[in-house]
């Protein structure tokens, strides 16, 4: 549930786009590959949380997990609010 509520499949979904209006001067291709190093650490950690569960618990992870998440979320935030996205559209 946590997982969901924070948005994380949004992020995931748009990255590319994300990637290629915040960072000036980015190709598609480097905003698509700086996307493919995201879903590959996102798998690779998947992993290590499986293993990780076994042997700390489902509580203690839950609880580092939110927290990552929620400094995640918030620094994407800031992020956008100092450099907030460039409009593609003319408002005629």
């Known amino acids: 549930m946590f997982q969901q509520v924070t ?3 949004t992020v995931i979904y748009y990255g590319a786009l994300i990637f290629k ?16 190093v995201i879903g590959s650490m996102n798998f690779v950690m998947t992993i290590v949380a499986l293993w990780t569960i076994d042997r700390l618990g489902r509580r203690p992870l839950m609880m580092v997990a939110s927290a990552g998440m929620a400094v995640s979320l918030l620094l994407l935030g800031f992020l956008f609010r100092v450099q907030p996205p460039r ?3 003319s408002s005629r």
């Open 7 to 9: 948005g994380i499949n």
């Open 21 to 36: 209006e915040q960072v000036g001067g980015q190709s598609d291709s480097a905003a698509i590959g700086a996307n493919v």
């Open 87 to 89: 409009r593609r559209w």
